[in-house]
């Protein structure tokens, strides 16, 4: 028997991750008395923060080196080494959130941790993915663990809503996603996306496939009409695991979207259009809902579908410009996204139960309880809002400057209104943490633990580095992405 | 040792951060300590800086450019955040940090105590200490920039610190009001610096890719003639600029008003450093300004002008600090002479002098003030010398000084300022001299009539008391100042005939700085009958001072009224502020509250409040779609799948 030649330099950063997870997982069984503790669930967070540290590492050492490829299904390219990047940055952050916030309402610190370890892998797959059913599988690796991780919170009614509600919808939308392929597959004889490229006629197979597959897309990525599932699971979902997954998923979606629009088979100006009315439906939608919002984490997540919509600006621009300005966004919607959940968790009541967990109300005078604390919040969402100079603001500038470039004029000039728009939203909440007294609405768990301040400061650091060295960094991106589009 | 120049500008900036943060939780003793150490060691750097500038090779031309970090780089031009070390900026950084320090020290026992002689809390102490460190940041920034843009920075930064330390009592309604107006009337001068630098950016900058002062002056060499003609409207600019931050002629009316705030503050920005700015800024674009001799011209008829109106003023004020203050703007306009004939050093000399005599003054002031709950009315005054003999002699040098008394400090700065006029105009020279008369007159007026006699008001008298060492031991420093400064700058003349090889060691100094700039001089024996001239002009004011304050000699009453009429013309102050009101702020009021009834609230405001409620509206619409029911999300997927493959087939 001739086993396939496998180069597993591709997958260094997804071994590093999956052995990491084994060990987290075994790591339940270690000790003679195993009870669970906090210590003991640090010591567990630990291990997975060094394999993301280690993996990240290697993700480094790569950049700059060849495309290299396993049998055409995964592909180590530069533009997957960022992917990891963003992915592991943003497992890092959610972990450290997780440190302090995961004894208050669970034992099961393993489980947590290697179905969080398992999803950061599937995120990095799927980035890397060059065939749909690798593809596929890796989507399927990632829902699956967030499935669980959703619901993690037993106890709570919302959580197991939310789960179920997600898992409903994920597989239905999977559904569609396979059937997709399989449309492609038919019309290409070939799950592979270079062999698509080349051999796709254009025609209905190649139009309604690539159209299923981007329903998939739409799902995870929460692109309305797709996105209904976002606000309960966002809210309903541990707010670590929101962190993450509001940033990880959109990222390891986004760079499969390019790859397979890249392959797509049918012209850039057919699916470039769809997608900008796409981009126009979910920044509006998502923008008009976060503004009634009264619970932190539901406008966040409609600021996700909002942000989510900014970055299909980039996607509809096209190859060059538009992924380097995706890659760009994503780096900085890491920092700010994570950075303001962060605070979101620490203005949780525990215990809370879904209709009252951390509301608008919470953040009553913060500045006056903890002026650092609100200064760093109001950094976050006004990066979000995209106030100059932070990074937010020259990720929606690199943004809608590609939207220009390729010709979308109309569809930057949406994206500036939606920004408008969403300043109202972002600037209520630091006008109440800024302008109102704390009253018993006000809350703030306390004290803030060192791994929560840790996220927030590197969030911090990020969020400003990224707005002062903007112009280095996408420069960097750049090559990433030029040599992906000139592939 | 100048690589580590940066340390100058991190020190105020850490101890204002610090104190921002932690202050109120420090309590006003780490306060005080940080805030003065960050000063004292901001001083301790400018020496050391001061030292190494002289160990530069003489290819450095005397100075040195740090780059800290690229700040704007856009194609060919690049502005840096820079520090441009030279003899200049480094005389300045000691002035601010030296004198600042001595301040800052004054204002930790100072402002224990608010406006209504009540123990001021720890929170508003930290505030201010916090204030006065990020002024600190700021002048350094102003006068260590090496380019137009950082001393922008630098200007507005200060012009901020000022705004906010004026108002510091701000629930009092006169303090909040003079902190506006200071704001507002240095806006009209600052839009004059923002115009300037981004003309200077299209006549010069552009094509040097820089608005460093020294690739724009290097710009200046190969300049064409329309470049150097229109150099006459951009210094006018920048004049117009240090008009407003050195309270000359026009924009003057804003100091007297600053006094509102806390008597360090007066101290330290509205006489000491921040007012010297506008002088500053001259000397160090005065490449631009020899280029400009019509604007040369101005500068020194604003400079003198402002000088003999303010002095002018002074002699009629009753409130202690106002006269300082008055006596301020005619001090700057004697810079502003000396600039605007040519003699930058002369002028910084009288910038460095003018800091430690005046901090002097007003910190003595200040501790009248204290001694007398608030009250500054000279007129109830009198006789304070037997209670507070410290403070007296304090003032009494002070005031010695800036009378220009034989052989103290001011005496010389401004006897060069009047011998390098003297040879440039002889009326500019007339109304230099004859307010040197009136300065001697005005500065012992408030003498005596605060602390020789008897006492006015027997009430206040008995309340006085010495201020606490910690306020009355710094002012001795600046005392020794004020009577030794001088030395730095005694001219040739006279050092010649002590048979000193080594005269004038700050014009010496500053030489690398102003060396394409050369002064005629005249012969030794005129030079020391001009210094004759102002020595007898000065003792002349005291005695006249003298003769009608303590003596009340029947003369002197005669003379007074005599100059009756005048008199009600200069107590309002030649009307200039009742002037501006009529002609600038009512009729921009009246079109101000045209444009904000009609266009703003009813056009401008109904669109954008109505755009808002519908985006509101609509957004409740929006999220109301979300039931919570799972059957309802599926749907809106399955619609999306259909409309999706509708449109891919609709396109493609």
Request: charged share 10%; no cysteine.
């Amino acid at each position: 028997m001739n086993l396939p030649h496998i180069d597993f330099s591709v997958i260094t950063p997804e071994l590093i991750v999956i052995a990491t997870a084994l060990v987290v997982m075994l790591a339940e069984f270690v000790g003679a008395h195993a009870t669970p503790s906090p210590t003991r669930s640090h010591r567990i967070a630990l291990i997975a923060l060094l394999g993301l540290v280690l993996a990240a590492l290697a993700a480094v050492a790569g950049l700059g080196r060849a495309a290299t490829d396993i049998q055409g299904m995964l592909v180590a390219d530069d533009l997957g080494r960022y992917l990891e990047l963003v992915v592991l940055l943003a497992a890092a952050l959610g972990l450290l959130l997780a440190w302090d916030y995961l004894p208050q309402f669970t034992k099961m610190h393993s489980e947590y941790y290697a179905l969080y370890l398992l999803a950061v892998v599937g995120m990095m797959f799927m980035g890397k993915s060059t065939e749909l059913i690798t593809l596929f599988v890796s989507l399927e690796i990632l829902s699956v663990a967030l499935y669980v991780l959703t619901g993690f919170h037993r106890g709570q009614l919302a959580a197991g809503e939310a789960a179920l509600k997600y898992f409903l919808l994920g597989a239905f939308s999977s559904a569609f996603f396979i059937y997709g392929a399989a449309l492609l597959y038919g019309d290409t004889g070939s799950t592979h996306l270079v062999d698509i490229a080349a051999r796709a006629s254009g025609g209905f197979l190649t139009l309604a496939g690539l159209a299923l597959l981007l329903v998939g897309f739409g799902f995870k990525l929460a692109v309305v009409p797709f996105h209904m599932w976002t606000p309960d699971v966002y809210q309903g979902a541990p707010t670590p695991v929101t962190a993450f997954m509001s940033v990880g998923t959109k990222a390891a979606a986004f760079v499969a979207l390019f790859r397979v629009l890249q392959a797509a088979g049918v012209s850039y100006a057919t699916w470039s259009l769809v997608l900008a009315l796409l981009a126009t439906l979910t920044m509006t939608w998502g923008n008009l809902a976060a503004l009634r919002q009264s619970s932190l984490k539901r406008m966040l997540a409609y600021s996700s579908i909002a942000h989510a919509g900014y970055m299909l600006i980039g996607v509809t621009a096209g190859m060059q410009l538009g992924l380097s300005a995706v890659l760009f966004y994503l780096f900085a919607y890491a920092f700010m996204n994570i950075g303001a959940f962060a605070v979101v968790s620490l203005l949780e009541r525990p215990g809370y139960h879904a209709t009252q967990d951390a509301t608008i109300d919470a953040a009553r005078g913060l500045f006056a309880r903890k002026p650092l604390l609100a200064v760093v919040m109001a950094i976050f969402l006004l990066s979000l809002a995209g106030v100059p100079p932070l990074a937010g603001f020259f990720g929606k500038l690199y943004l809608f400057n590609a939207a220009v470039q390729s010709g979308w004029i109309w569809l930057a000039i949406v994206g500036m209104i939606n920004s408008v728009v969403s300043a109202y939203y972002y600037l209520r909440v630091t006008v109440l943490m800024f302008m109102t007294e704390a009253d018993e609405t006000s809350f703030l768990r306390s004290p803030l633990s060192n791994a929560t301040g840790l996220a927030i400061a590197v969030a911090m650091v990020g969020t400003l580095l990224l707005g002062i060295f903007a112009g280095p960094w996408l420069q960097q991106l750049g090559q990433a992405a030029l040599a992906f589009a000139g592939s | 040792m100048l690589n580590y120049s940066w340390l100058i500008l991190l020190f105020p900036a850490v101890g204002a951060l610090f104190n921002a943060f932690w202050g109120r939780r420090l309590g006003p003793r780490l306060v005080k300590l940080v805030a003065n150490a960050a000063v004292l060691a901001s001083f301790v750097v400018a020496v050391l800086m001061a030292i190494s500038l002289q160990a530069l090779p003489a290819s450095a031309h005397g100075q040195f450019e740090l780059t800290l970090w690229p700040w704007i780089h856009s194609g060919d031009f690049r502005v840096d955040l820079a520090m441009l070390i030279d003899p200049l900026s480094v005389v300045m950084a000691l002035v601010i940090t030296g004198v600042g320090f001595v301040i800052h020290l004054y204002a930790a026992e100072y402002m224990k105590l608010d406006d209504e002689h009540q123990p001021l809390d720890d929170r508003r102490y930290a505030r201010f200490f916090v204030y006065l460190n990020f002024f600190i940041l700021m002048m350094l920034t102003l006068v260590l920039a090496n380019n137009f843009l950082q001393m922008y920075v630098g200007w507005e930064g200060v012009g901020l610190a000022s705004y906010l330390l004026i108002g510091f009592w701000f629930h009092k309604p006169s303090a909040a009001d003079a902190g506006k107006k200071a704001f507002i009337v240095n806006r009209v001068g600052d839009f004059g610096l923002a115009l300037a630098i981004m003309w200077l950016f299209f006549l010069l900058g552009r094509d040097a890719g820089s608005l460093a002062f020294n690739d724009i002056f290097h710009a200046l060499d190969g300049a064409t003639l329309a470049v150097k003609s229109a150099l006459g409207g951009v210094t006018l600019l920048l004049l117009l600029a240090a008009t407003g931050k050195s309270a000359q002629i026009p924009l003057f009316v804003w100091l007297p008003d600053a006094m509102e705030g806390p008597t360090p503050v007066s101290a330290l920005i509205h006489a000491a450093t921040m007012v010297t700015a506008g002088v500053y800024m001259i000397a160090r674009t005065h490449p631009l300004f020899e280029l400009a001799p019509g604007t040369m011209t101005i500068v020194a008829w604003i400079g003198a002008i402002t000088a003999l109106m303010a002095a002018s003023i002074a002699m009629v004020q009753t409130d202690l600090k106002r006269i300082l203050a008055y006596s301020t703007i005619s001090q700057l306009g004697y810079m502003f002479l000396a600039v605007g004939v040519g003699a930058y050093a002369a002028g910084i000399f009288h910038l460095t002098t003018h800091a430690l005599y005046k901090a002097l003054l007003f910190l003595a002031a200040g501790s009248v003030m204290h001694a007398l709950h608030g009250e500054l009315n000279i007129d109830l005054m009198g006789g304070l010398k037997a209670k507070m003999p410290r403070t007296y002699w304090q003032f009494l040098i002070g005031a010695a000084a800036l009378a220009g008394f034989p052989l103290l400090a001011g005496f010389w700065s401004k006897d060069e300022i009047l011998y390098f006029t003297f040879q440039q105009n002889k009326a500019l020279y007339a109304i230099g001299l004859g307010t040197a008369f009136l300065t001697a007159f005005y500065s012992f007026r408030a003498v005596f009539r605060a602390f020789a006699g008897k006492p006015r008001d027997q009430h206040l008298y008995e309340h006085a008391h010495e201020q606490s060492q910690g306020m009355v031991a710094p002012l001795w420093v600046l005392a020794f100042g004020a009577v030794f400064a001088g030395l730095i700058g005694i001219p040739a003349a006279v050092g010649g005939l002590f048979g000193l090889e080594e005269s004038h060691m700050l014009e010496q100094w500053l030489h690398p700085v102003f060396a394409d700039v050369s002064l005629p001089s005249l012969p030794v024996v005129w030079e020391l009958s001009l210094l004759a001239g102002s020595s007898l002009v000065a003792l002349l004011g005291i005695y006249l001072a003298y003769a009608r304050y303590v003596q009340q000699a029947g003369w002197t009453l005669f003379l007074q009224r005599l100059f009756t009429p005048l008199q009600s013309l200069l107590e309002h102050k030649y009307y200039v502020d009742e002037l501006y009101t009529a002609v600038i702020v009512n009729p921009l009021r009246t079109l101000a509250t045209f444009f904000y009834r009609f266009s703003d609230q009813t056009l401008i405001e109904g669109i954008v409040n109505g755009l808002g409620r519908v985006t509101m509206v609509v957004g409740g619409g929006v999220a109301r779609l979300q039931s919570g029911m799972v059957g309802l999300y599926a749907l809106s997927v399955l619609v999306g799948v259909v409309g999706l493959l509708a449109l891919m087939f609709l396109v493609g």
